[in-house]
Nanobody
Framework: QVQLVESGGGLVQAGGSLRLSCAVS????????MAWFRQAPGKEREFIAA????????VYADSVKGRFTIRRDNAKNTVGLQMNVLKPEDTAVYYC????????????????????WGQGTQVTVSS
């Protein structure tokens, strides 16, 4: 059983930065593709970024490209999301997710691909 625990959320002013972290326990971490999603009140869950099992390949939603960076440490079983130049519209609950598909191909942006989810961490950006 794979378990994911997010941390690092909080309140920040617009233009500021936050770093989210997701600790993963269970099976061989490098066998899993990882992603971050977010969900704002009244909105659907939105894909943010994904990273392949090796960490070599990454992909981002247009809304965060150039501001957010996803990285993973396979030795520590963690995946992080560095968020810079935060905007009020980035306010949401952020979720870490894992899939047994190691490579970034096909529907990496779809929440249906990910079978394991963390509990979420709140990020609030004030204007």
């Amino acid at each position: 059983q794979v378990q994911l625990v997010e941390s690092g959320g909080g309140l920040v002013q617009a233009g500021g930065s936050l770093r989210l972290s997701c600790a993963v326990s269970g099976r061989t971490f490098s066998n899993y593709g990882m992603a971050w999603f977010r969900q704002a009140p009244g909105k659907e869950r939105e894909f943010i970024a994904a990273i392949s099992g090796s960490g070599i390949s990454t992909v981002y939603a247009d809304s965060v490209k150039g501001r957010f960076t996803i990285r993973r440490d396979n030795a520590k079983n963690t995946v992080g999301l560095q968020m810079n130049v935060l905007k009020p519209e980035d306010t949401a609950v952020y979720y870490c997710a894992a899939t047994t598909v190691r490579y970034l191909s096909g529907s990496y942006h779809s929440s249906d691909r990910y079978g394991y989810w963390g509990q979420g961490t709140q990020v609030t950006v004030s204007s």
